[in-house]
């Protein structure tokens, strides 16, 4: 299972966490280059089980995992690896129809020290932990604002995995249990100018929020053949399986490796 999914593009690397698993990263930026950092991680049923059985198993039972997961401790120890000058400010629990998690928020003094990657959701909260597969720790956006203009530098895809087509062709019961597992997941990173736009050459931006990232696994998986077409793209040319993204039901990703967007 683990590698069919790392068949695709390193932006989709991240989905090699167990299902259920829902991430939306929002940042807030304001005039003067200050702003806001949102996390909000929610995990399903299944999920929660394979915690509570862990826990049973390290004789933990009774505890809760999320407790630990979504600590202020842990949150603060995360906001020293997200830049100079980002600091944790609150965790909210969250319940959301019966997936529980917990909305974080930092806050940054500069966006252009802030170090984020567009997975970092996923990856920082996501039970797996430090265990997560290295494909899924992308390097992060970065950022240079000045004068009322930002830059988004998003990085260069890395070549993905190749898999055996065997695993792929004529394989239903492969395509159910990729399915099961992952057609509840969601993932989003989003830029929120509150100032306002006045003008930007983002692929997706609805009033003043620009979309890098989106994807509902449950709408993506409805085309069985999606993850043989991302495995015959050219496995040293990772840009084009990020190609074979574009208008797919359920994703939304920005293909630009550079984005500019002008403040009011």
Do not use: W
């Not at 802030?114 to 909260?125: A, D, N, P, Q, W």
């Not at 069985?224 to 495995?231: A, M, Q, R, S, T």
Request: aromatic share 4%.
């Amino acid at each position: 299972m683990k590698r069919l999914l790392l068949a695709f593009s390193s932006t989709l690397a991240a989905l090699v966490l167990p299902g259920c698993l829902q991430s939306e990263t929002t940042i807030h930026l304001n005039k003067d280059g200050s702003g806001m950092l949102v996390e909000q991680t929610t995990l399903g049923a299944q999920m929660m089980a394979m915690m509570d059985q862990m826990a049973a198993i390290g004789g933990d039972a009774g505890k809760d995992p999320l407790a630990d997961m979504f600590s202020a401790e842990k949150a603060k120890a995360k906001a020293a690896t997200l830049g100079e000058g980002v600091t944790f400010e609150k965790s909210e629990p969250l319940d959301i129809k019966g997936n529980k998690g917990a909305r974080t928020t930092y806050r940054f003094a500069d966006i252009n020290k802030l170090k984020v990657s567009t997975s970092e959701g996923m990856t920082s909260m996501s039970p797996m932990g430090d265990q997560a597969p290295e494909g899924a720790r992308q390097k992060p956006v970065t950022f240079s604002y000045a004068a009322d203009t930002l830059t988004l530098t998003l990085p260069a895809p890395e070549k993905p995995a190749a898999v055996p087509a065997t695993e792929l062709d004529d394989n239903p019961q492969m395509e159910a249990m990729m399915k099961q597992m992952l057609g509840d997941m969601k993932m989003s990173f989003k830029l929120v100018i509150d100032s306002g736009i006045a003008g930007t050459d983002a692929t997706h931006r609805e009033a003043n929020t620009i979309t890098l990232v989106d994807m509902e696994m449950g709408k993506l998986l409805e085309n069985p053949d999606i993850i043989k077409k991302l495995n015959q793209a050219p496995k040293d040319n990772p840009a084009a399986a990020m190609e074979l993204l574009k208008g797919l039901k359920g994703v939304t990703m920005e293909t630009k490796q550079e984005v500019t967007v002008k403040l009011n």
